[in-house]
């Protein structure tokens, strides 16, 4: 059976940045990157990325949006013990649900801290209620999964920890990748380009200029979840290509 790439589902993500210290420049960023390259390789579409300071207001505006246009959110940062750690707070009252104290955690922080699990610490424990706690069989921290949304802290190694023993569950059909390495100018192939795109609908494809590399100046990209589509674009693509541009296929 010959299946159009309409019939094919492409699951589909988003990802909520939640910080001050990102939007001030005190710390960057490496969890988007991390999730969009996971998400890729899983045959995920990340659709959107949005960066948004810790404000309760904002956190319960941003989060429901992306949870009825995506099939699965990421949220990233604002799970920790101080005022400023407000993410369980906004997606409760995204939804309209109170914020209680799941058994689970609370037990987990108690057994860690012991006489010093303090309010501070305790507050941790506290989800939207209806949320789904992810227990591990490792050292890791449970992960909170409330409706669509995975909500994972900010500090890359925990979130890279996290997401590892839970990525196979997002495994879907995956994105059929060719990589073309030319010498030559955006210029020089942009008609090129431009008119096999427009045949092939059912193929992405990108244009990366590359500065200061002697044996290249630009990477076209040809993906697609059709195998049989992107072997038609890309062989139709190399054909128009002059050869003395052309690198290497990957």
């Excluded at 990748?177 to 494809?205: G, T």
């Excluded at 072997?231 to 290497?248: C, H, S, T, W």
């Amino acid at each position: 059976m010959i299946m159009d790439c309409a019939q094919v589902a492409i699951k589909t993500a988003g990802l909520i940045i939640i910080g001050n210290e990102i939007l001030s420049g005190k710390i960057q960023d490496q969890n988007s990157f991390f999730l969009a390259a996971e998400l890729r390789a899983l045959g995920i579409s990340l659709m959107r990325i949005s960066v948004i300071p810790d404000d309760l207001d904002m956190i319960s505006s941003e989060v429901p949006a992306f949870s009825s246009a995506y099939d699965f959110v990421f949220t990233s940062g604002g799970v920790g013990p101080t005022h400023d750690d407000v993410t369980m707070a906004g997606v409760a009252k995204a939804f309209c649900v109170e914020l209680v104290r799941h058994p689970l955690l609370e037990r987990k922080f108690v057994e860690r801290y012991g006489k010093t699990a303090n309010a501070a610490i305790l507050k941790m424990a506290e989800v939207p209620a209806g949320a789904e706690v992810i227990e591990f069989t490792t050292n890791n921290f449970p992960l909170v999964v409330f409706k669509n949304i995975y909500i994972f802290p900010g500090i890359p190694r925990y979130l890279r920890e996290k997401f590892m023993l839970i990525r196979e569950r997002f495994r879907t059909s995956e994105f059929y990748l060719k990589r073309i390495y030319l010498r030559a100018n955006e210029s020089d192939i942009a008609a090129i380009l431009n008119a096999v795109v427009e045949k092939n609908n059912c193929v992405d494809f990108g244009s990366y200029p590359i500065l200061d590399h002697q044996d290249y100046q630009i990477i076209l990209t040809v993906e697609s979840k059709m195998e049989a589509d992107l072997g038609r674009a890309l062989d139709e693509l190399i054909k128009q290509i002059p050869k003395e541009m052309l690198v290497r296929i990957e």
